[in-house]
């Protein structure tokens, strides 16, 4: 199991940003896909964002443009950038780290997950 500690989230303005931040522990993290889930009550858990190890994202659809996914290869630490976030964007976030270099939004493709942190938007 990989240890993945996520930033506090936070409560923000609608249109506001937010920045999350996830590091993983003892992890080879350069040579593997990471992502971004949320889930928000009474709703199923949704794919954010994901980057495969050579760097490449890819984005849900509601995340593209607002949103921005990176890694610090050397500090093994993913982030997610939010803007113009909207009160349909509260949720808990959730990091997981991938069982191989490439992954798309299936849980299966991830093997470690962190414990999650919640963003609030407020209008």
């Known amino acids: 199991q990989v240890p993945l500690v996520e930033s506090e989230g936070g409560s923000v303005q609608a249109g506001g940003s937010l920045r999350l931040s996830c590091t993983a522990s003892g992890y080879p993290f350069s040579r593997y896909c990471m992502a971004w889930f949320r889930q928000a009550p009474g709703k199923e858990r949704e794919g954010v964002a994901e980057?495969?190890?050579?760097?490449?994202?890819l984005y849900a659809n509601f995340a593209k443009g607002r949103f921005t996914i990176s890694k610090d290869d050397a500090k093994s630490t993913l982030f997610l950038e939010m803007s113009s976030l909207k009160p349909e964007d509260s949720a808990t976030y959730t990091c997981?780290?991938?069982?191989?270099?490439?992954?798309?939004?299936?849980?299966?493709?991830?093997?470690?997950w962190g414990q999650g942190t919640q963003v609030t938007v407020y209008s």
């Open positions: 980057i495969d190890a050579d760097g490449t994202p």
């Open positions: 997981a780290a991938g069982n191989s270099m490439f992954c798309r939004f299936h849980p299966s493709d991830f093997g470690a």
